[in-house]
């Protein structure tokens, strides 16, 4: 653009076809940024109004304009602030953020319990997360912070991987709860660096291989372990820690030492919640924001404990102030790489649902790739501030979505973050007296919308195989553990899908109407001879239809139930099989091997083979490199099932004629209707790849 004496050769180096002229206008291009492809000489008179209009478009600022337009899509708060409406979105996102606050406070400090950190560490997993979420986060209304499965997931996989005789709950001050902590917060930030690999290798297509019944198994089963864990808060005893069978055995031994003050705060507590949640949803219309049932509970029962000094078990000191950012301990980061490797991937499959789910009910896309760059920096910032692995709440954040709607933004994040930050730095010596019991109380509560039992029941009545997958995922993580449990139901779910595609279904297919079928006006309709009585097969023609890619692994089963269709056949003479290949998209060398043995096996036994529904494109290559287009004949491929249809009545027509005269040469004979192969555009054989 600079240069009209570059322009100039530039535009004649493409008209005139110069070489030597070519190059050096691609090197000038090369150094401005312009890209040409190879081009053919039919293709110059394109090619130079593609140059024409790119020199249009050069800008000196369009690098610059390039590089923003990036950082905007990796940093999406630079695309929503500027643009921010206060008119609409502040009152909303300051009420969400001051009732998530509310919400947040009791449930970190319960989470963080359950993830077997004092309850400090669940306040501080609600406050640098969801920060570093509304900046580089793409789901506005997601609420990222403590979960009830991740957190008992992160305990699960700490316990497993490093065996102590006490916890957290039991000394916060003694080498065991240090050693949990750094291992804790070591997961999490092994996580993040798992997420930015993840992002790196393209690997949000992990979401695809967890399907919904391993979720609800894998969620109800983690529910058995939470109920487990906190038992002992209920009845205010101490117990050992191990398997869930184990913990259940120290806890029936514990139960003549049960605190009954600690008994009655949870049986208490536990029907408030129920009874203002209840209130909730019933008055839900009527008030501007729900009440704050964790939030009610906590400061009441706290306050009854305080002020009458009752003996139960407590949080007792609760350290004030922000914790220091700082680097854990890495003595026992060898046992902790594959558990957080199976932390990083629940996690972000639990957390993307979420995101997506919302992003689906407010009208915008999430990203998967920009949701592994938010939470990978959230957990390494959050865990060298204290916080276990962060995940998206999702009642949290359907409630944000309920009080924000469309017009809400990731601003409601730092409200919640200023408020719980302020309790932090403030009011924590007036949690003193909060009994644990409470905390149980929580969860529990929590945990009603975990359990799937209904899930399992009626995938028992809809899908057998789903049903069993369930129950794989839920027996094994009830039994040995979230970590075990998670990689056991994947495993169970890739097996399944490899089920599906070496064993996928088959059917033999009979003309909706019979022979009358080929002159409707609705068209050629084949359906399954089983499901459907009005399907009729043509006498001497069988139509099998393959449920899925033909490829390597399924190549025996499609040979086998072929065959079990042929021993199966109700007539005594077989005149032509038809493959319906409308589920057939690609086919690999090994299959056109055992394409070529079928067709040679029915030569023999003087039965016509066609192919219906047949995608050229996708497989030219193939055959055409194999020949198998020679071997079996172009004319025995079809478009549409009504050509081979009418071809194969063509056949059996004739056979039957052969078999009654035994007099007619084939040369002579003549079909009703003359010249089946080309006498329509709708039955005509397919034409060789390279002409169409």
Known sequence: R?????????????TQNDTAARRGSMSWAARHGIRFAAR??????????????????????????????????????????????????????????????????PQGMAYGMLAGMPVEYGLYSSMVPPLIYSIFGGAAHL???????????????????????????????????????????????????????????????????????VLSGFTTGASMIIITSNTKHVFGVTTKRGMIWEVWQSIIEELPNTNWTAFAFFILSYMALLSIKEINRKYKAKMPVPIPEQLVVLVVCTGIVAAFNLDVPKVKDIPSGLRKPQLMNFDDINVLIQPALVCSIVTYILTFNVAKALGEKNGYEV?????????????????????????????????????????????????????????VMFMTPLLYHMPKAIMASIIFVALKNMINIATARKLYKVSKQEWTLWMISFVSTTLLGV???????????????????????????????GEGGLTSKYGTVCLDVKEFSAARELYG?????????????????????????????????????????SAINTIDLTCVKLLERIHRRYQEKNVKLLFANWKAQSMQKVFESSGLYETIGEENFFLKMRGALEVGLARARKRQYEEESRCMDEEDFEVEGQDFLGSSEHNRPMPHPIDS
């Open 40 to 105: 053919g000489k039919s293709s110059i008179t394109n090619t130079r109004t593609e140059i024409k209009e790119m020199m249009k478009g050069k800008d000196d600022k369009s690098g610059f304009q390039c590089d923003l337009a990036t950082l905007k899509k990796f940093v999406p708060i630079l695309t929503w602030l500027p643009n921010y409406d206060r008119a609409k979105s502040l009152r909303v996102d300051l009420i969400a953020g001051l009732v998530i606050a509310f919400m947040v406070i």
């Open 483 to 513: 970590t075990y449990g998670i990689l056991i139901s994947i495993v169970a779910s890739l097996g399944l899908l490899v089920k599906f595609q070496a064993r996928p279904a088959t059917r033999v297919m009979g003309l909706l109407g």
């Open 2 to 14: 600079e240069n009209p004496r570059t322009q100039r050769d530039l535009k004649e180096a493409f």
């Open 367 to 423: 990203d998967g790739d920009q949701e592994f760059i938010a939470n990978s920096i959230a957990a390494v910032c959050g865990s060298l501030t204290g916080s276990y692995l962060p995940s998206g709440s999702f009642s949290r954040s359907a409630l944000v979505g309920e009080i924000t709607g469309k017009d809400g933004t990731p601003l409601h994040n730092v409200f919640s973050v200023l408020v719980v930050g302020l309790v």
């Open 541 to 581: 023609i069988k139509i099998f239809k393959f449920e899925a890619d033909l490829h390597f692994a399924n190549k025996d089963w499609f040979d086998q139930k072929l065959r079990k269709m042929d021993e199966r056949c109700q007539w005594d003479r077989l005149y032509a099989v038809i493959i319906d290949c």
């Open 143 to 213: 609420s990222l912070g403590t979960n009830a499965p991740i957190s008992i997931l992160v305990a699960d996989s700490v316990t497993a991987a490093i065996p102590t005789d006490t916890d957290c709950s039991d000394d916060p001050n003694s080498e065991d709860c240090q050693r949990i902590l750094d291992a804790t917060l070591l997961i999490c930030l092994l996580s993040g660096f798992f997420y930015m690999l993840f992002m790196i290798l393209r690997f949000s297509i992990i979401t695809s291989f967890v399907p919904d019944p």
